[in-house]
């Protein structure tokens, strides 16, 4: 058991995997030496050696593909992109080979890799710097996107992320990384890929939320609960595939949700999870699902940014809105 | 065996690093004026940063790149240039926008966090700072075959890193400049670092310069500490630019004498006695000293010169702090050319939301 961080516990499970399976490799800009612009690759190079741990010439494209060739070849490439907002030119890559090289050869050759990336807002960063561009990766088949919201989850998720026979992309929420310590027990990956989390058992309403919005959406929940409302709050962990059955057994109990994600609405991954719940929840539904998001705009500089970002006050506003909806 | 292609580097420097010429130089360096000028933009340069660097570790701007040690280049390029040429910015080329015309105030908001920053009142044409590294060259490309076509003598200027020359934008705009040789002039600002990886680990290739070749586009290397040098390699280039002779890359040798960012510690990662050592190269040093042997420059010049510059920076700081942020509703503004409705509809629930929280 170790008390840490986000950002640490990714860095333990990092370290963990190295030390179980010499064919996990770790590459990207700055990983090495520097230990990562985040220092989640901290220690590595010194603990793993220059065999192990690659920092990379500035070419995200080439970060990817050069992971995808690893991957094929048999090794398990953890490639690093410093932010989200610079993983658009991987997009080649992990679109057209990395989601298909499997499928593309009936399975003769696989990519067991895994593509991480800090993301989202609220760090006063510049342009670039704030992206929460998931959904671009969920609608790819092939892929998997996985997001911790928390330093236990991050430690059993990327564990088993690394583990995995199948692409993955990991999105490490950054407002995050650093502002809670929680307890995690090295060596063991509790958190299962594939499965949504259940924080917080309630009967009235359903609160879905991913990455940082998860701490808000928590908050809010806290803040019913003072008034005898009970909200469940589940942690989607897991995009793509996307666990319907927890969020759908949950919505069947409380007939009411709200989604909650820092990603422009139109085309986030709220809409995915509203659909479901059309599709397979109509009739549990008591009142009409309410997303909370991000706007349709880019996400402001940081003079406006908390405005963009889905405050415990909206939040809480759509859950009371769908609570009282009859 | 017959040689089918053969290439060369060439390197220039004009003023070594104590200010004394290292051959005959142009008539612009006997140009009093015009060595001031470049000197004050120089020092006009570094105060902001200074500045930028105290507002930021206050919190009164965000993350800032500084451009210490790389004046002579920002500096050189910019005075090369004309107002109808355009300028695509990197990062640090702070002292190129300013003598563009972009002002004090609008760098502090571009660094400040506030999307006006990049609307400039004077430069209408230039580029803001491209932030995803190289891939704004392409746009150099783009930007210079519309000066092509319509027949005009204009220019585009693209300034990038050191470590910006491993991605394959840096190349595809480079090659599509050559194929359809556009007036256009690439200045790669090697200074010797990318965050943590030193330029060796870049590429195995000697010199930067040299990836010009791969586009069939001239090139050389000059001093990047050396202003005079950067600012007649610019004016050579520019000139055949304009005149239709095609694109061309400057990679001008310099040292990051700052943390990476304010967000970076580079003692993890260098020793701070090397970058000691690249301290006698300072550029501004450079310029003053020569001003000082060859063109009797003055102790109440000098004090003159950093005086008016920190009057300049002062007050430009004081009107960035007073702006008030945009209305909330800015966020919604300039995404399409008009708002669409469902997004009409998201700005009204902002602003019903911002009423109720009053
Ligand atoms: C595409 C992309 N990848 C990564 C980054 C993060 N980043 C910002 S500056 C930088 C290093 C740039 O090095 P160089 O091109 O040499 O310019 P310098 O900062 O040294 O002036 C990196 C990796 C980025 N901005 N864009
Ligand atoms: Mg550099």
């Not at chain 1, 793509?240 to 909650?260: F, M, N, Q």
Request: glycine fraction near 8%; include cysteine.
């Amino acid at each position: 058991m170790a008390e840490l961080t986000l950002v640490q516990a990714v860095n333990a499970a990092l370290a963990q995997a190295m030390e179980e399976d010499e064919r996990v490799l770790v590459l990207g800009e700055d990983v090495g030496v520097d230990g990562g612009v985040f220092r989640a690759t901290d220690g590595l190079l010194d603990r793993f050696g220059p065999t192990r741990v690659f920092d990379t010439p500035l070419a995200e494209t080439v970060v990817a593909g050069a992971a995808i060739g690893l991957a094929a070849q048999g090794f398990r490439p953890v490639a690093e992109i410093q932010f989200m907002g610079f993983m658009y030119s991987t997009l080649d890559q992990m679109i057209s080979h990395a989601a298909r090289l499997r499928w593309r050869t009936r399975g003769r050759l696989t990519c067991p890799m895994v593509l991480r990336a800090p993301y989202g807002g609220g760090i006063r960063a510049i342009e670039h710097h704030s992206e929460s561009t998931e959904a671009l990766f969920a609608q790819i088949p092939g892929l998997r996107v996985v997001i911790p919201s928390a330093p236990n989850r991050a430690y059993g998720l990327l564990l088993n992320a690394i583990r995995c026979p199948d692409p993955v992309v990991f999105l490490e929420p950054k407002r995050i990384y650093r502002t809670i310590r929680e307890e995690v027990a090295l060596g063991t990956a509790v958190a299962p890929l594939d499965s949504c989390f259940v924080l917080n058992e309630g009967r009235d309403l359903t609160l879905v939320s991913w990455g940082a919005s998860v701490i808000e959406t928590m908050a809010v929940a806290e803040t019913l609960s003072r008034d005898g409302i009970g909200a469940e709050v589940i942690d989607v962990g897991t995009l793509r595939p996307l666990d319907s059955a927890t969020i759908l057994r949950s919505v069947e109990k409380t007939g009411r949700c709200v989604i909650v994600h820092e990603a422009a609405r139109t085309g986030g991954f709220g809409g995915e999870i509203a659909a479901r719940l059309a599709d397979e929840g109509l009739l549990f539904l008591q009142a009409p699902v309410k997303r909370v998001t991000g706007y349709d705009t880019v996400i402001p500089l940081p003079r406006l940014e908390h405005h963009y970002l889905p405050s415990t006050d909206r939040i809480l506003t759509a859950a009371r809105e769908v609570l009282a909806f009859e | 065996m017959t040689r089918v292609a053969t290439f060369e580097v060439h390197y220039t420097r004009l003023i070594d690093r104590d200010g004394r010429p290292t051959q005959p130089l142009p008539p612009l360096a006997e140009d009093r004026d015009a060595m001031v000028e470049m000197y004050r933009a120089m020092v006009l340069t570094r105060t902001f940063d200074t500045r930028a660097i105290a507002l930021q570790r206050t919190g009164r701007l965000g993350t800032y790149a500084s451009s210490l040690g790389q004046e002579a280049i920002a500096v050189g390029v910019g005075v090369a240039m004309t107002p109808a040429d355009v300028l695509l910015p990197y990062a640090r080329d702070h002292g190129a926008q300013l003598l563009r015309g972009v002002t004090l105030t609008e760098l502090f908001l571009f660094w400040g966090g506030d999307e006006r920053g990049s609307n400039f009142a004077t430069p209408r044409q230039d580029f803001p700072v491209t932030v995803p590294i190289a891939t704004h060259l392409p746009h150099a490309a783009g930007a210079a075959m519309a000066f092509k076509l319509r027949g005009e003598r204009r220019a585009a200027v693209c300034l990038c890193g050191d470590g910006a020359t491993s991605k394959g934008d840096f190349y595809e705009g480079l090659n599509l400049a050559g194929v359809w040789q556009v007036p256009a002039v690439f200045v790669v600002c090697n200074n010797a670092w990318a965050i943590s990886m030193p330029r060796a680990a870049q590429t195995a290739a000697e010199t930067l310069a040299q990836k010009a070749f791969a586009a069939g586009m001239s090139c050389e290397q000059v001093d990047g500490n050396d202003v005079v040098a950067v600012r007649i390699a610019m004016e050579a280039a520019l000139t055949r630019a304009r005149a239709g002779e095609g694109p061309h890359l400057i990679e001008a040798i310099t040292y990051r004498l700052a943390d990476h960012t304010t967000a970076d510690d580079a003692s993890r990662y260098r020793d701070d006695e090397v970058v000691g050592a690249h301290w006698e190269d300072d550029p501004i040093k450079r310029i003053k000293a020569y001003l000082v042997d060859q063109m009797d420059w003055s102790k109440e010049e000098e004090e003159a010169v950093i005086a008016a510059c920190s009057v300049e920076v002062e007050a430009a700081a004081e009107a960035y702090l007073a702006i008030p942020p945009q209305p909330v509703e800015a966020i919604f503004d300039f995404m399409y050319e008009t708002l669409p409705t469902d997004l009409a509809a998201q700005r009204d629930a902002l602003l019903k939301e911002v009423t109720r929280r009053g």
